[in-house]
Each structure stands twice: as structure tokens, then as C-alpha cells.
């Protein structure tokens, strides 16, 4: 027996499921408006189930006339457990169990040639192994490791491991891959430039991955490419459900952090201190340590590289 699965998700979201293999129908919410505004449509097609897996959504379930529904506000909303893992719960209230720790990407064979030109464009030779730096972090500035700090890292890549690197991110992150360009006119800079599936190709042609706990940190991590994550004001414990040896995080937990957490209400977002003091905590040191100890592991000799997760369709 078959089923129609049919996604609400926001654009960023949508763009996600995008290329999915399950043939999901992905319809965009534009705002949070919308999803009152669908709702109309969702009780006149008489779903059989309603699930949602997002915060915001949970308002919406119940009332979608469906006879079984399920959402966060059923489940235990833990500090220690990750949001993958509490994903499952609102599933196993419903029947569905999975202890799937996993996470996908699906981009297509036309975002790998797009990437090829792109990095033949950009004189990239594939001598050196590439590594991604994500600077932004852009819903929650506090989560942002100082720009100094980046440029410091990525002159140690370049200059004394003679790495290459390549920029991403967004529109909003485009005033500090200037100001990175302009310091080191060799890298190489997608930053607003690439749509998401796009960068999740060039992402698979990168060795390591460096940024905060953002989405295209989550993105690498899908994709099964070696992460070193920057934790302050989130809990890794929630945000980053990865595993060692390929993917590390560095996370001072200081007296006062996690200030956010999965499922803490709006007023966490109400600064509570003057500056992000748990991410000036992380030296640059700390950060060159673990890239050294990762380039050590068999993936960077190239005896696990051809193991990898192709993540495309």
C-alpha cells in the first residue's frame, strides 16, 4: 500500500526535501501565516495523520481534523538528548519507531557538473584537499566565533598546512567573505552565490568543514564530511547528534550555557549577557589542535574516501 506524504515546511526547509527519493509533495510556508491560511485546504483533503516535527508547527496538528496526530507537545522535551533523537519520540507515539541516527542530503548530477565549473573557474587545481569555512550564523548572532578568529584559522590552513580553502554561505554572510577575500586573494568564495543544493556538491568535493552551529554545519554533517563544530550559546548535546572520529565540536560550557535550548520559549532570545562570552572562551589554538588531530585520521590518506555517502539522486 502507498501513501501521499505532503510537507509544510518553510522555503529553506522545502529547498531541503527538495530532491527527495520518496517523491514527498513539498509545499512551502512563506511565513507563519500561512499555515493558518492552509490549514482550510488540509482539513478539506481529509488526511488520515498529522505530524509535526518543528516548534512552531505544533500549534497546528490537532487541528488539522485528522483522526491520529502528534506533535511535541505529547513528548519530553530533554536537555541531554538530541532533537534528532526527540524527532523520534513524537514518531513512536504514533507507531512509528526508528532509531535511525543518520541524516540525508539529495542534490543531483547537474549540481556536481555546476561544481566542477565552478571550481575550474576558480583555478582550483584538486592537488590540495579542500576545506569549507562557514563564518555567519545568521538567526542567532551570538552563535558567531569573532571574524579575527576565522581569519587566524584560515591563515594556519593555507600558510602552514597548505590547504585550500573555499567560503559558503548566504547573502547575509557576504560583507565577511569580503573582508576574508580581500586578507587571502587565493580562496576561493561561494558565499551568495550558490543555491543550497549547489553548495551540498561542493561540500562533497571538501575534506573538512569548519564553522558554528549553523545550517550549512548540519548540511557537511549530512553528507557525511569530517565537521569540526563551534558550540556556545546551543548545547552540542541537542544541536550536534554526530559521531566521533569524523566529526568533533568544541563546546566551553561555561556556568552560564547553554542560554538556548530546543523547546526554552521566546524569551530566550532575549540577550542575557553583553557579549557571547561562551564563544570567545574557544581559542584559535583549541580549534588548530583538532584540525591537526582530524588530517591524522585514514579519511584524509584517502583510504576511507571512496566510502563516503554520494548524496545525490
Known amino acids: 500500500m502507498q501513501a501521499r506524504i505532503v510537507v509544510l515546511a518553510s ?3 522545502a529547498q531541503v526535501l527538495k530532491y527527495n527519493p520518496w517523491q514527498l509533495q513539498v509545499k512551502a510556508a512563506d511565513e507563519k501565516w500561512d499555515l493558518l491560511r492552509m490549514l482550510t485546504q488540509v482539513r478539506k483533503e481529509r488526511f488520515d495523520l498529522a505530524v509535526s516535527l518543528s516548534q512552531r508547527g505544533g500549534f497546528f496538528t490537532r487541528f488539522c481534523a485528522t483522526p491520529v496526530w502528534s ?5 519530553a522535551i530533554k536537555a541531554d538528548r538530541s532533537v534528532v533523537e526527540m524527532c523520534q519520540d513524537v514518531l513512536r507515539i504514533i507507531g512509528i519507531d526508528s532509531d535511525e541516527r543518520e541524516t540525508e542530503f539529495w542534490y543531483r548530477s547537474q549540481e556536481e557538473h555546476s561544481i566542477e565549473l565552478f571550481l575550474r573557474s576558480s583555478a582550483f587545481s584538486g592537488e590540495q584537499p579542500l576545506v569549507a569555512v562557514h563564518v555567519g550564523g545568521h538567526f542567532f548572532i551570538r552563535k558567531r566565533w569573532a571574524l579575527t578568529n576565522f581569519i587566524e584559522t584560515i591563515r594556519f590552513l593555507t600558510d602552514s598546512l597548505g590547504l585550500q580553502v573555499v567560503l559558503i554561505g548566504g547573502q547575509e554572510d557576504v560583507e565577511e567573505s569580503l573582508i576574508i577575500k580581500s586578507l587571502f586573494p587565493r580562496i576561493i568564495s561561494s558565499v551568495g552565490i550558490l543555491k543550497l543544493a549547489e553548495t551540498a556538491a561542493l561540500l562533497k568535493q571538501c575534506s573538512l568543514f569548519i564553522g558554528n552551529d549553523s545550517g550549512p554545519l548540519h548540511l ?12 556556545g550559546p546551543t548545547d552540542p548535546r541537542q544541536f550536534y547528534p554526530y559521531r566521533a572520529p569524523l566529526h568533533r565540536f568544541i563546546y566551553k560550557g561555561l556556568s552560564c550555557s547553554p542560554c538556548y535550548r530546543f523547546g526554552g520559549g521566546i524569551w530566550q532570545y532575549v540577550p542575557r549577557c553583553s557579549k557571547a562570552y561562551c564563544m570567545e572562551a574557544i581559542t584559535i589554538n583549541e580549534l588548530t589542535s583538532v584540525v591537526r588531530e582530524l588530517l591524522l585520521l ?16
Not at 298 to 313: D, I, L, M, V
Request: net charge neutral.
Open 220 to 231: 557537511a554533517a549530512a553528507l557525511h564530511i569530517p565537521t569540526i563544530g563551534l558550540f
Open 11 to 13: 522555503p529553506i526547509a
Open 298 to 313: 585514514p579519511f584524509f590518506t584517502g583510504e576511507q574516501r571512496g566510502a563516503s555517502y554520494a548524496g545525490r539522486t
Open 71 to 75: 506533535d511535541f507537545t505529547l513528548t
